[in-house]
């Protein structure tokens, strides 16, 4: 969901066309369905920020797994809306395979906490570390199992970043994950604090409606849309 300031406060935006807001609400049903038929639950787990993070788990069935899959969805989506995504990976993976889809900070089910109060926006590294406090709530981050990121993209740019970190062995050793594979699906890693700052202008005042995206027809944006998992009445 995106935010705009208004004295130091943050508010939702108006409500967005009633086309896409029906279009919207009528997928989440098949959404969660196709979760459920692939064997995920929704479950939720305590951070010690003391905020209740909602996401979708897809059990392994050896103990402990052969590796964890940690998905990590894009900007203004959330774990149920991630589903097209998500459960082709997932059908891919063995039953051994653990796998975690937590709704990002600030998304989905957390839009609440983030917001009760004034709001300047998350930066990547509060990103990851909201990534490694999770991981650890979840128990996948103990060191004993492999961890595979999957990030779409602003959740691409964190998976990659993560990586980066865990991987150097920049991260605390108390929140150090054992990365051993990423995949990144049209990761967000050219967002400089320009551009950063120029979508906050936008947000801000409510220009959301004029943003577009630099593909060079319509059937390359429905192709794009398509491959990262949007429903077709969106595309």
Not at 94 to 119: I, M, N, T, Y
Request: hydrophobic share 45%.
């Amino acid at each position: 969901m995106l935010l705009r300031q208004v004295r130091g406060h943050a508010h939702v935006p108006a409500a967005m066309p009633a086309a896409i807001a029906a279009a919207a609400a009528a997928i989440r049903g098949p959404q969660q369905a196709a979760y459920e038929e692939a064997g995920f639950t929704r479950r939720s787990v305590r951070m010690p920020s003391g905020e209740e993070v909602s996401y979708l788990s897809r059990r392994s069935t050896t103990d402990p797994p052969e590796r964890c899959v940690v998905f990590l969805h894009g900007m203004t989506s959330d774990a149920l809306g991630s589903a097209a995504a998500v459960v082709p990976i997932a059908s891919r993976q063995p039953p051994g395979v653990r796998f975690l889809v937590p709704d990002a900070a600030g998304h989905g089910k957390r839009h609440a906490w983030a917001v009760r109060s004034s709001w300047e926006g998350l930066s990547l590294d509060d990103h990851m570390s909201d990534v490694e406090a999770f991981c650890a709530a979840v128990g996948a981050s103990d060191g004993t199992v492999p961890v595979d990121l999957v990030g779409y993209s602003m959740g691409g740019a964190t998976a990659f970043a993560l990586a980066a970190r865990h991987v150097n062995g920049s991260a605390p050793a108390a929140s150090r994950l054992p990365v051993r594979r990423v995949a990144l699906l049209a990761p967000a890693l050219l967002v400089t604090q320009e551009l950063y700052a120029m979508t906050l202008s936008v947000q801000r005042h409510g220009g959301v409606e004029r943003c577009v995206y630099n593909y060079r027809t319509e059937a390359e944006a429905e192709e794009m849309l398509r491959l990262v998992g949007y429903a077709e009445p969106l595309c």
